[in-house]
């Protein structure tokens, strides 16, 4: 089997998608003939992820011009077939249903990774989609133990419970909306005294410096704007809270309390359906940063911190979901099933 990922990552993006589609990759290797990366060179991105983990990568043209998604297009088809591509796995939000249809002509299989949105798609298999299943032609793998967490941990069950929480944020790799920044705002009054922070900064974060000289002063405060390890970030807090997106399911995976914060549509979706699950709590963008932010944030806090299994229920993501997916693209069940077009 010869496979192709199509992924990009950049200021905008961040570097989610390439993480967990490395994580799948990562367990694929050994029964592929090939695995290659084709990705645009995107300002801000994260292509040197591939490198370290010494998996091929294709670049294609940046389009900055109309027709930007047929040349996408024609560049996709073109790497699969000088690669003699088999099966092509999509991890992005903006190539859409008509590209989908057409790059599926000249492939054999097709998977894309979704969000739990309810978005339609045309392939052959998807993962976590919670739209209407009203085809017999696309198998779909849907929930919790399908999540791609790219690193797992696990903490021990007889880790020693601080009498004071500890709380991490992180906001993305760019963090576009400030959110960090605007959360050490409000969390930096009197209230919140009997907490502990961490706020990890991203990589392409453009307000680093402001934040660590604003903030560097209060003594509950620990701003790291280096990229920290996040086995490391996630042993030393209790909560975490961030937007929603791929590091809020290793913090569920980990025995993290989590908070999300969602800001675009696609983090709306995964933290409504952790919502849903009850394994996390979910509060409102615009609610959070305004004047009732404050005591928004300290019920949820007291809400969270008061149950042991948090919300009552235990919380049902093993890290092995990127195996689980990986054995199904190898499996003969999926290699034999007919496509239509």
């Given at each position: 089997?010869?496979?192709?990922?199509?992924v990009?990552?950049?200021?905008?993006?961040?570097?989610?998608?390439?993480?967990?589609?490395?994580?799948?990759?990562?367990?694929?290797?050994f029964?592929?003939?090939?695995?290659?990366?084709?990705?645009?060179?995107?300002?801000?991105?994260?292509?040197?992820?591939?490198?370290?983990?010494?998996?091929?990568?294709v670049?294609?043209?940046?389009?900055?011009?109309?027709?930007?998604?047929?040349?996408?297009?024609?560049?996709?088809?073109?790497?699969?077939?000088?690669?003699?591509?088999?099966?092509?796995?999509?991890?992005?939000?903006?190539?859409?249903?008509?590209w989908?249809?057409?790059?599926?002509?000249?492939?054999?299989?097709?998977?894309?990774?979704?969000?739990?949105s309810?978005r339609?798609?045309?392939?052959?298999?998807?993962?976590?989609?919670?739209?209407?299943?009203?085809?017999n032609?696309?198998?779909?793998l849907?929930?919790?133990?399908?999540v791609?967490?790219?690193?797992?941990?696990?903490?021990?069950?007889?880790?020693?419970?601080?009498k004071?929480?500890?709380?991490?944020?992180?906001?993305?790799s760019?963090?576009?909306?400030?959110?960090?920044?605007?959360?050490?705002?409000?969390?930096s009054?009197?209230?919140?005294?009997?907490?502990?922070?961490?706020?990890?900064?991203?990589?392409?974060?453009?307000?680093?410096?402001?934040?660590?000289?604003?903030?560097?002063?209060?003594?509950?405060?620990?701003?790291?704007?280096?990229?920290v390890?996040?086995?490391?970030?996630?042993?030393k807090?209790?909560?975490?809270?961030?937007?929603?997106?791929?590091?809020?399911?290793?913090?569920?995976?980990?025995?993290?309390?989590?908070?999300?914060?969602p800001?675009?549509?696609?983090?709306?979706?995964?933290?409504?359906?952790?919502?849903?699950?009850?394994v996390?709590?979910v509060?409102?963008?615009s609610?959070?940063?305004?004047?009732?932010?404050?005591?928004?944030?300290?019920?949820?806090?007291?809400?969270?911190?008061?149950?042991?299994?948090?919300?009552?229920?235990?919380?049902?993501?093993?890290?092995?979901?990127?195996?689980k997916?990986?054995?199904?693209?190898?499996?003969?069940?999926?290699n034999?099933s007919?496509?239509?077009?």
């Amino acid at each position: 089997m010869r496979i192709a990922f199509r992924v990009d990552s950049s200021k905008l993006i961040g570097a989610g998608h390439i993480k967990r589609c490395l994580k799948l990759a990562e367990e694929l290797k050994f029964k592929c003939e090939k695995i290659i990366f084709i990705t645009k060179n995107l300002n801000g991105n994260f292509n040197y992820l591939i490198k370290k983990k010494k998996f091929k990568f294709v670049s294609i043209k940046r389009n900055e011009f109309k027709n930007k998604l047929n040349k996408d297009l024609d560049a996709t088809k073109s790497i699969c077939k000088r690669f003699k591509i088999n099966t092509l796995i999509i991890d992005h939000y903006y190539l859409g249903l008509s590209w989908e249809k057409k790059i599926r002509k000249h492939i054999k299989k097709l998977v894309v990774i979704d969000d739990f949105s309810k978005r339609k798609h045309h392939c052959d298999l998807i993962i976590n989609n919670i739209g209407k299943k009203n085809t017999n032609n696309t198998k779909y793998l849907t929930g919790l133990e399908y999540v791609i967490t790219p690193n797992n941990f696990s903490h021990k069950k007889n880790k020693k419970i601080s009498k004071i929480q500890t709380i991490g944020t992180f906001f993305g790799s760019t963090d576009n909306k400030n959110c960090s920044e605007e959360f050490l705002k409000i969390v930096s009054q009197k209230e919140f005294n009997d907490f502990k922070f961490i706020c990890i900064l991203g990589k392409n974060n453009k307000n680093k410096k402001k934040i660590e000289k604003k903030y560097r002063k209060f003594k509950n405060f620990n701003i790291e704007k280096k990229f920290v390890d996040m086995k490391t970030f996630l042993k030393k807090i209790n909560i975490l809270i961030t937007s929603g997106g791929v590091t809020s399911f290793e913090a569920l995976s980990s025995g993290i309390k989590c908070i999300n914060i969602p800001i675009n549509f696609y983090q709306k979706m995964n933290s409504n359906f952790q919502k849903r699950r009850g394994v996390s709590e979910v509060l409102n963008y615009s609610k959070v940063f305004s004047k009732n932010g404050k005591q928004l944030l300290i019920d949820c806090f007291k809400k969270i911190t008061k149950e042991s299994n948090f919300l009552g229920k235990k919380i049902s993501i093993d890290g092995r979901g990127s195996r689980k997916i990986a054995n199904y693209i190898l499996g003969k069940e999926f290699n034999r099933s007919t496509k239509v077009n």
